[in-house]
């Protein structure tokens, strides 16, 4: 029941560094394409209300604010790299994929591993 639980809890994570990761680039992406490929500016300023949006997606978190934006930091290295896979057509070469590695690994160290003296991980402090 407890794997479960934390299985839960780890899925429930997971969903919204996804959200706040399409938030963060795609609006990026939006204000990018305004600025650096001449679309028009409703794509700058719907950008901007995306990238308004990735600021409140993380606050659902059961974490402490450091530990979630420390952990999105790798989420965000993994989504940009598949971002510019899907949209943009550019291959990862294998510094892409170690770095993504990397990132994944420092994600489940900050977010996810155990911590000592019964302190919660960053899924849910309240606890």
Not at 23 to 50: H, T
Not at 72 to 93: K, L, R
Request: aromatic share 22%; glycine share 12%.
């Amino acid at each position: 029941m407890t794997i479960l639980i934390r299985l839960k809890d780890v899925l429930y994570s997971l969903f919204f560094f996804f959200i706040a990761g399409l938030c963060e680039i795609g609006g990026g992406y939006l204000v990018w394409l305004w600025l650096r490929e001449s679309y028009s500016w409703i794509f700058g300023a719907f950008g901007g209300l995306v990238l308004f949006l990735y600021g409140v997606v993380p606050t659902f978190q059961k974490a402490h604010f450091h530990r979630t934006y420390a952990a999105y930091g790798g989420i965000f290295i993994i989504m940009a790299i598949f971002w510019g896979y899907f949209f943009e057509g550019v291959i990862p070469d294998m510094f892409d994929i170690l770095g993504t590695i990397v990132a994944s690994l420092g994600v489940a160290i900050i977010f996810y591993y155990p911590r000592k003296n019964g302190e919660k991980i960053g899924l849910n402090p309240s606890e």
